[in-house]
């Protein structure tokens, strides 16, 4: 069916699941505030938030079967938007179950936290389905508040609140420079609808318009903040690193997966002409982020920090996916969101165990011996590691995602040679620390005075079992993963393309003078 | 006018810049933050004249999204104080690689 969003009641319809997921969350904000706040009342919370995060999905299932269509408008009912929605809200249940078992180790009772997560992911959805560049605003401030506060939840921990200060600033900094492109951009072209502007820069060949370059420029620095990409990534390992670990893992994941799901309709639906100007700066943000993070990684003691260079690292790939600019590449690009994804809740659920909600065990050291000590639990982050270096077989999807994305930067219009040598290359460096972790997991004796690694709870044990689990499974079968993920890519629309060189009628650029307009 | 008012906005938004890379205190660097939002407010109403309400729509949008960051904002910078009786960033780096 398709929706006309011109007509109020089709426009809620279109953002059912949006709505479902924050009406939920309003809900719960209020069931948070009912009693006095507890371990046990923080549990109700979280099942609630778990309940509410179902109907989303069960909401955004219910849409994909529709095969829902909409007229042009501010937002896309696309399948994109639905898979990039279920990534987030797959993100967000995880973030949600190892919270409510991490909380409470770190004697943090707070139940709003599960509310926030929610909030964040109403903002990553509404990310993903915004073709209007003031609904993305209000998408990634939503998600970015909630974010800062999740951070510095664990305020009485001095690093947490550290982190939070830290993200805040970077953050709001960041969201002023997109906000400045924004408007640049609107100045150049009048409007502020992704399809409209995309329209405006053939008909009236602005795609040269130094504003207009401008206002991608600082759109750019505005979302390389956003998903550390180099080098506007000096945010990132002193988040990651302070942030609760179920935190960090959302971000890594989930915050991360909305704001490339944005970039790239942004860059596809609005800006096929201008990317051509544009290739090369990506390229060399794409180039640089893999080499810093890998290389960075290598020294890192910390294991949060090491997997925050890591996550830093494969921005870098996905970036490569952004570069090629072609459906292949989106499609390339889900399919690696979803092994990343759960490889990184993995990961970052064997830490949160390891470090015991304290935030004390996230040294290399505390690593040692846990083959001895929690054998699954070594076995696990084995999968998870194997599966970020990309390593067939034991690494699950994760092979199969590198293997697309090189395969969509060879196979796009002006193939990525190089870039696809620089991503191999840095994915050897980085069997470097991922391979030092499982050394030290299995080959090092743990020290008799170190505190034993304790039990993992059923809640996380869930998650452990869960991204493992899917992780190996689609590694014997990737096929239809990538079925969905090419079935529900986007690509430039074949007109842009063509009418590059054709003749378009000579018309005044809207940049006239007021005088015209009264 | 248009020109004019784009300029300033520009400038303004340089000092915002400026001051966010080269002030150390939390406090100064938010309100830095803040100048450059209404830098780019200033830059979406004297454009709104050109392109109708669009950009005062959006400028609505602005102003209550950064009434919002700032009492996030302004929280966490309390929560930092309670530890280090200072808001100062020279004295945060418990945080560094």
């Not at chain 1, 809740?345 to 065990?361: H, I, K, L, M, T």
């Not at chain 1, 969905?484 to 378009?504: E, K, Q």
């Not at chain 2, 906005?9 to 450059?36: D, H, K, P, Y």
């Not at chain 2, 005062?56 to 949008?61: P, S, Y």
Request: include cysteine.
């Amino acid at each position: 069916m398709t929706f006309d969003l011109m007509i109020p009641g089709q426009l809620i319809g279109a953002l059912l699941p949006d709505v479902v997921l924050m009406g939920g969350a309003m809900l719960l904000m209020l069931l948070a505030a009912w009693r006095r706040e507890s371990d046990a009342w923080q549990r109700v919370v979280a099942v609630g938030a778990l309940a509410v995060l179902a109907a989303a999905a069960a909401a955004v299932l219910w849409m994909m079967r529709l095969d829902a269509d909409a007229s042009i408008g501010v937002i896309a009912v696309d399948r994109f938007r639905w898979a990039t929605d279920l990534l987030c809200i797959v993100g967000a249940g995880f973030a949600i179950a190892l919270m409510s078992e991490q909380n409470p180790r770190a004697r943090l009772v707070a139940g709003e936290a599960h509310v926030l997560v929610l909030l964040a992911t109403a903002g990553m959805m509404i990310m993903a389905a915004a073709r209007d560049l003031m609904i993305l605003f209000l998408g990634i401030e939503l998600m970015s508040i909630a974010v800062y506060v999740l951070v510095a939840m664990d305020r009485r921990r001095e690093r947490s609140a550290e982190a939070g200060l830290k993200y805040f600033l970077l953050g709001a900094f960041s969201t002023a420079f997109l906000l400045y492109g924004v408007a640049l951009i609107y100045g150049a072209t009048g409007t502020t609808n992704l399809t409209e502007i995309g329209a405006r820069i053939i008909l009236y060949k602005l795609a040269d318009h130094p504003m207009l370059l401008f206002g991608v420029a600082f759109l750019l620095i505005g979302f390389g903040f956003k998903v550390a990409a180099a080098p506007f990534h000096m945010w990132s390992p002193d988040v990651y690193e302070g942030a609760p670990t179920p935190v960090t893992a959302f971000m890594a994941a989930a915050v991360k997966a909305a704001a490339f799901a944005a970039f790239l309709r942004i860059w596809i639906e609005a800006f096929p002409m201008v990317v051509l100007r544009w290739f090369g700066p990506i390229w060399w943000i794409a180039a640089l982020t893999m080499v810093v993070g890998n290389i960075v990684a290598l020294s890192q003691k910390n294991v949060k920090r090491m997997l925050a260079y890591s996550s830093i690292a494969h921005s870098g790939y996905l970036l490569v996916a952004i570069a090629s600019t072609t459906s292949m590449g989106s499609s390339a690009f889900l399919f690696y969101l979803l092994a990343y994804t759960l490889a990184t809740f993995g990961a970052f659920a064997v830490v949160s165990v390891v470090s015991d909600g304290a935030e004390r065990g996230t040294q290399l050291s505390d690593y040692e011996g846990l083959w001895q000590s929690r054998p699954w639990l070594a076995v696990g982050m084995t999968v998870f590691l194997l599966a970020l270096l990309g390593f067939p077989v034991f690494g699950g999807m994760g092979f199969f995602a590198k293997w697309y994305l090189l395969q969509a930067a060879i196979a796009s219009p002006a193939p990525l040679v190089t870039l696809s040598v620089i991503l191999v290359l840095t994915s050897v460096v980085s069997a470097g620390y991922y391979l030092h972790l499982v050394r030290v997991m299995f080959m090092k004796e743990r020290d008799g005075a170190a505190a034993a690694v304790p039990a993992s709870g059923p809640l996380t044990r869930l998650v452990l079992i869960t991204t493992a689990v899917l992780i190996l499974v689609m590694g014997v079968a990737p096929e239809r993963v990538a079925t969905w993920s090419r079935l529900s890519a986007i690509g430039p629309a074949p007109s842009a393309i063509s009418s590059l060189g054709a003749d378009t009628p000579e018309l005044m650029p809207p940049a006239v003078d007021p005088a015209a307009r009264r | 006018m248009l020109a004019e008012s784009l300029v300033l906005s520009a400038v303004l938004f340089a000092i915002g810049v400026i001051g966010v890379l080269t002030r150390r205190n939390a406090i100064i660097l938010f309100m830095c933050v803040e100048l450059m939002l209404n830098a780019v407010n200033l830059s979406f109403v004297a454009l709104s004249r050109l392109y109708g309400a669009t950009g005062q729509v959006f400028v609505i949008f602005v102003m209550t999204v950064a009434a919002a960051e700032a009492a996030v904002g302004l929280a966490i910078i309390i929560a930092i104080f309670r530890h280090r009786q200072s808001v100062n960033l020279q004295n945060i780096n418990l945080l560094r690689g």
